[in-house]
T-cell receptor, first 113, second 113 residues
Framework: AQSVAQPEDQVNVAEGNPLTVKCTYS??????LFWYVQYPNRGLQFLLK??????LVKGSYGFEAEFNKSQTSFHLKKPSALVSDSALYFC???????????FGKGNQVVVIP | NAGVTQTPKFQVLKTGQSMTLQCAQD?????MYWYRQDPGMGLRLIYY???????DKGEVPNGYNVSRLNKREFSLRLESAAPSQTSVYFC????????????FGSGTRLTVV
């Protein structure tokens, strides 16, 4: 069965500083990997995905994520955080050919002005 | 394009009452899902439907039933609500998850008193 670990409950970062949200996964075979963002009182919104190809994938709102197969990680990054990036971020994984996503517990990101 | 629509957005129930959460998608997706979100526990899958006419239990199905009424609609029923079912409920749909991920509704905030 697939699983996702997001080790930090909350990430605090000053506005303008780089933002990193960590994710490690466990899955049989090649993974599909996703990041979602949830703003207060809203549903989850798709940010980016890794299916195959380049290990660095770019997504919405200036976010990117790096797939590292040897470390089974898929960390989310943004070079310069904005206050509006304050939200809950979820990493998700599914094995190749399977529609079922497993979600991590989520990371609360707080960007301090 | 509405995407995934959930009703109601808010509900307060008394212990023992029943209710049905409605979900409809207009993207012609085959798969639909019901999740609950609780603080510190991330998203937990209650039930899912891989295609019209099929439903399967997820991680936390006890106390819930579902109906895949047609390809568009997937409802979640609480037969006898308990305080432990106080949560935010999300419906999602997908088709070819590897390409598009999941599309989420905006959620139903349920309080059982």
């Amino acid at each position: 069965a697939q699983s996702v670990a997001q080790p930090e409950d909350q990430v605090n970062v000053a506005e303008g500083n780089p933002l990193t949200v960590k994710c490690t996964y466990s899955v049989s075979g090649n993974p599909y990997l996703f990041w979602y963002v949830q703003y207060p009182n809203r549903g989850l919104q798709f940010l980016l995905k890794y299916i195959t190809g380049d290990n660095l994938v770019k997504g919405s709102y200036g976010f990117e994520a790096e797939f590292n197969k040897s470390q089974t990680s898929f960390h989310l990054k943004k070079p310069s955080a904005l206050v509006s990036d304050s939200a809950l971020y979820f990493c998700a994984v599914s094995p190749y050919g399977n529609n079922r996503l497993a979600f991590g517990k989520g990371n609360q990101v707080v960007v301090i002005p | 394009n509405a995407g995934v629509t959930q009703t109601p957005k808010f509900q307060v129930l008394k212990t023992g009452q029943s209710m049905t959460l409605q979900c409809a998608q207009d993207m012609n997706h085959n798969s639909m899902y019901w999740y609950r979100q609780d603080p510190g526990m991330g998203l937990r899958l209650i039930y899912y439907s891989a295609s019209e006419g099929t439903t399967d239990k997820g991680e936390v199905p006890n106390g819930y039933n579902v109906s895949r009424l047609n390809k568009r609609e997937f409802s979640l029923r609480l037969e006898s609500a308990a305080p432990s079912q106080t949560s935010v409920y999300f419906c999602a749909s997908s088709d070819r998850t590897e390409l598009y991920g999941y599309t989420f509704g905006s959620g139903t905030r349920l309080t059982v008193v």
